[in-house]
């Protein structure tokens, strides 16, 4: 089975551009979630869907970042206008909630860096 | 709200020996979930093992193992018969059993092992 996928892996840009990152969880997962990690901040949710719906978007820093999920395959996280503090690395994570633990597989993680 | 944290930022280990990382968490919760979080320096996140809280007996995974304290709410992981491959930064890592699937991260124990 394939794992969570992330696009891109790299991202650099310039302060004002529009960034989109994109996530296709694990076939079959209802979850889906957002983290970022930063030295500062180390890692911190932004934002989870469950069944394609935002169940808690209280992490989302302010309203230049917002979130979609059309479907169960696919979910996007925009930033726009980026900012330099906006750099930070981004996990996908999805899961299954069976009523046993539901265990959370991250993505590979993209790297953003805004200039 | 929960927290977790992990107080040694570094660690490090002789190749074959064994050494155990330390987390704390506040609670006021009766059910819930403990994980530890393998990252290196890849930035992929992998799952080393897992632990609910109604369960006595503590997980065990190979080479890993946790000791779990409930009413001390504390949460180690040792690592039996280090290898070069165990080389990484481990997140301690909260999840309520009752209210949607946010994990609460630490700020992680940056394990080094020495051949």
Request: hydrophobic share 35%.
């Amino acid at each position: 089975d394939a794992g969570v996928i992330q696009s891109p892996r790299h991202e650099v840009t310039e302060m004002g551009q529009e960034v989109t990152l994109r996530c296709k969880p694990i076939s079959g997962h209802d979850y889906l979630f957002w983290y970022r990690q930063t030295m500062m901040r180390g890692l911190e949710l932004l934002i989870y869907f469950n069944n394609n719906v935002p169940i808690d978007d209280s992490g989302m820093p302010e309203d230049r970042f917002s979130a979609k999920m059309p479907n169960a395959s696919f979910s996007t996280l925009k930033i726009q206008p980026s900012e330099p503090r906006d750099s930070a690395v981004y996990f996908c994570a999805s899961s299954w909630a069976s009523g046993a633990v539901d265990t959370q597989y991250f993505g590979p993680g993209t790297r953003l860096t805004v200039l | 709200a929960q927290t977790v944290t992990q107080s040694q930022p570094e660690m490090s280990v002789q190749e074959a020996e064994t050494v155990t990382l330390s987390c704390t968490y506040d609670t006021s919760e009766s059910d819930y979930y403990l994980f530890w979080y393998k990252q290196p320096p890849s930035r992929q996140m992998i799952l080393v093992i897992r632990q609910e809280a109604y369960k006595q007996q503590n997980a065990t995974e190979n080479r890993f193992s946790v000791n779990f304290q409930k009413a001390a709410k504390s949460f180690s992981l040792k690592i039996s018969d280090s290898q070069l491959g165990d080389a990484a930064m481990y997140f301690c890592a909260y999840r309520s059993a009752v209210g949607g699937s946010r994990l609460t991260f630490g700020e992680g124990t940056q394990l080094t092992v020495n051949p």
